[in-house]
């Protein structure tokens, strides 16, 4: 797992087995210790479940994390919570909170261009993007609540989220990035628009990333209802709605929406105050009950 065969991997493999079985093969294969090149190709159009694939890199950390152990105390726990709050146990009140990048700088789509033509380009605002981060939270039922969005800025102002989808909460930090300061914040704002209370209690689902868990933010949590759980470190890839299903279509749609601002204004330049109107396109596509992975009981 995690350890694929390339290619050559598997010529050489060839080559071994057909020895070890004393089959017949090309003189040339026992110079380079290698099957040849056309034997595989001709092997993958008669096993038409054989691809080549490019793999995504994956930490070590990341590969042996994510195993049935921590996974299944992860559930373990999350049925331990349902069991106490049955308003919480039905699904109405089990949310997920997690953040994404939403840069100046848009990943360029695919493009149709003359065959043999060597670079194919498309214009940018910059070579590098300025980093904004966007904190979405959504339910079991598949609603959204009012992102949260954080600008590289020592002060916030107002108008950096004038297009902003309706009740879009606004915060500074120099590097852009979430911190335990600007989370005690998002989880005011988690709870002024879930009414969660003692009465009304809630779950909230999220990662273990040190600005996540500051006690400021837990006690304010407990004190009004909240229960935390955090996922399994370096699983929330596979364990986290917003990553699950969410974030993907939603970076899509952000693109998409970065690509026509820069092409209804030749010449300007996207910069961070322009994101918030880019995230209210991207929120009203992506942030559908369609695209959130709805299981009331599990989530994911």
């Not at 699904?91 to 789509?109: F, S």
């Not at 003359?114 to 039922?141: F, H, N, P, W």
Request: one cysteine or more; a positive charge.
């Amino acid at each position: 797992m995690f350890y694929g065969l390339t290619i050559t991997d598997v010529r050489r493999l060839i080559y071994e087995v057909a020895k070890i079985n004393n089959i017949k093969v090309p003189d040339k294969w026992h110079d380079t210790k290698l099957a040849g090149i056309e034997y595989l190709y001709n092997l993958r159009k008669r096993d038409n479940r054989l691809s080549l694939r490019t793999p995504e890199g994956c930490s070590l950390s990341r590969a042996t994390s994510f195993n049935r152990h921590n996974v299944g105390v992860f559930f373990s726990n999350l049925e331990n919570v349902m069991s106490r709050h049955t308003v919480v146990g039905n699904g109405t009140r089990v949310l997920n909170l997690d953040e994404t990048n939403t840069m100046t700088v848009q990943k360029c789509a695919k493009v149709l261009a003359a065959k043999g033509q060597r670079q194919v380009s498309k214009v940018t605002s910059a070579e590098r993007g300025t980093l904004t981060t966007t904190c979405y939270i959504v339910s079991a039922l598949g609603n959204a609540l009012p992102p949260v969005i954080l600008f590289p800025r020592v002060h916030f102002k107002q108008h950096m989220i004038a297009d902003a989808p309706t009740g879009t909460l606004g915060l500074a930090t120099p590097s852009g990035w979430m911190n335990a300061e600007l989370f005690v914040q998002t989880i005011q704002h988690f709870i002024a628009h879930s009414n969660s209370s003692k009465e009304n209690p809630s779950l909230l689902i999220y990662d273990n990333h040190e600005s996540h868990i500051c006690i400021e933010a837990l006690n304010l949590a407990k004190e009004n209802g909240v229960t935390i759980l955090t996922v399994p470190p370096h699983s929330t890839g596979k364990l986290q709605p917003l990553d699950v299903g969410i974030f993907g279509p939603f970076k899509s749609a952000y693109n998409k929406a970065v690509d026509s601002w820069m092409l209804r204004n030749p010449g300007k330049t996207f910069s961070i105050y322009e994101v918030a109107g880019c995230v209210r396109e991207a929120h009203m596509k992506a942030m559908t009950p369609g695209n959130i992975p709805l299981q009331q009981r599990y989530f994911n």
